[in-house]
């Protein structure tokens, strides 16, 4: 046994299905047009998040997207030194048969990049004002009946497998780490010609509960679905006993259900959608509680070092998912 508990065995691997990919490139994207585009927050919150829907139907990208995979949206405009913008890429929300059940409307959670404007390197100029990201706030101010390029699809193992009925599941996010999350979960329980009845557990990471998106999706899918359990870890308000919450990975670990059972078994297939970092602390609790050896593998300079001791760095290039995590961070 080393810090990450079991060895991978790749016996359990998931049987992968075979993707499309850039089936429309950025270098010559096509029109969507949006039909619909509605806040997702549960009331007030300091985030701006929209579901956005845009109907690709009659383009290369018509049934030819799945749940988990991304596509790409080019910014109208030019950027600061007078050329096109780049295309940016937001995770497909819908399941793999789209909002509309026939693979033409696709979704996407989509968050406004507004924030204090901080210089990003020395050479950036030093002043007060708002930030505004580009392509996300287009994207926000979309009204149905708008037009805008698309690209994709991009992603090749953030997918669903091939024979969903193998697997149990567990998918951790925090933020707009959910969209993908979204789709695969209806795509599992109301997707197919009859409900996928594996254990899956989403666990969503937010700050506030106002902060929670398709709340009342997941909430009357976990009524209707046995197999399917939701869980929220709220960031900044505390448990009943007066602690705070916590991230996803302090839940993992109080979650005993989670990590001996589900974590241990050799069905179970670990997503991680979200954050730039989030990783960090669910691979370190998942190596601690020695469930790690399934979904990572560890370079052995790592393997004497205390998962606690471990750095954001260290995980990046030493700390690598097998076939049975699949991680998408941004
Ligand atoms: P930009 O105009 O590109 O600005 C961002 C850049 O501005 C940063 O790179 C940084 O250098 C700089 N910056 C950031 N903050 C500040 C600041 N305060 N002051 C000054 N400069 C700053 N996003 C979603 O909302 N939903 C999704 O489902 C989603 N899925 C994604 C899936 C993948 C695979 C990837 C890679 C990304 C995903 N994203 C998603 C992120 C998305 O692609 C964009 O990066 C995001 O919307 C910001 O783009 P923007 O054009 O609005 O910002
Ligand atoms: P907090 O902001 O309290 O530090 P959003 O994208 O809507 O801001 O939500 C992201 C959620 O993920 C928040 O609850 C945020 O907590 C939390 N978070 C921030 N950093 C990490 C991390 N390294 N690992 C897990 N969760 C994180």
């Not at 690709?56 to 910014?75: D, H, I």
């Not at 996407?108 to 210089?119: A, F, G, S, V, W």
């Not at 698309?150 to 091939?162: D, E, H, M, S, Y």
Request: net charge negative; proline share 7%; aromatic share 6%.
């Amino acid at each position: 046994m080393t810090a990450s508990g079991t060895v991978h065995d790749p016996a359990f691997d998931p049987e992968l299905v075979d993707v499309e990919m850039h089936v429309v490139p950025p270098t010559a994207p096509v029109t969507g047009v949006v039909t619909a585009n509605e806040l997702c927050l549960r009331g007030k919150s300091a985030s701006f998040i929209r579901h956005v829907c845009i109907d690709v139907g009659g383009t290369p990208l018509e049934g030819r997207f799945r749940a988990g995979q991304s596509f790409g949206v080019v910014p109208k405009g030019v950027d600061e030194h007078g050329k096109p913008h780049k295309v940016r890429l937001y995770s497909i929300a819908s399941p793999t048969r789209g909002e509309d059940g026939e693979g033409r409307i696709l979704s996407t959670t989509c968050k406004r990049l507004i924030d204090e404007y901080r210089p990003q390197t020395e050479r950036d100029e030093d002043r007060t004002g708002l930030f505004h990201g580009v392509c996300s706030n287009q994207v926000c101010d979309l009204s149905p009946g708008d037009e805008v390029l698309v690209t994709g699809p991009a992603g090749k193992r953030f997918v669903l497998p091939a024979k969903p009925e193998n697997h149990d599941y567990l998918f951790l996010a925090t933020g707009t780490g959910i969209a993908p999350f979204r789709g695969m979960i209806l795509e599992l329980l109301e997707g197919r010609s009859a409900p996928c009845e594996s254990e899956i557990h989403l666990v969503m990471g937010a700050p506030y509960t106002s902060d929670l998106l398709y709340h009342d999706v997941f909430r009357s899918l976990a009524d209707k679905h046995p197999g399917f359990h939701y869980h929220t870890v709220i960031s900044r308000e505390t448990m009943p006993d007066g602690r705070p919450q916590g991230y996803i990975h302090h839940y993992l670990d109080r979650e005993t259900r989670l990590h001996a059972d589900l974590l241990s078994r050799d069905r179970t297939l670990l997503y991680i959608c979200g954050l730039a970092g989030m990783q960090t602390g669910v691979f370190q609790t998942m190596a601690r509680l020695g469930v790690g050896g399934a979904y990572l593998k560890i370079h052995e300079e790592l393997a004497d070092v205390a998962p606690a001791d471990w750095k954001a760095a260290d995980i990046k290039r030493r700390v690598r998912p097998t076939h049975r995590c699949m991680l998408e961070v941004y």
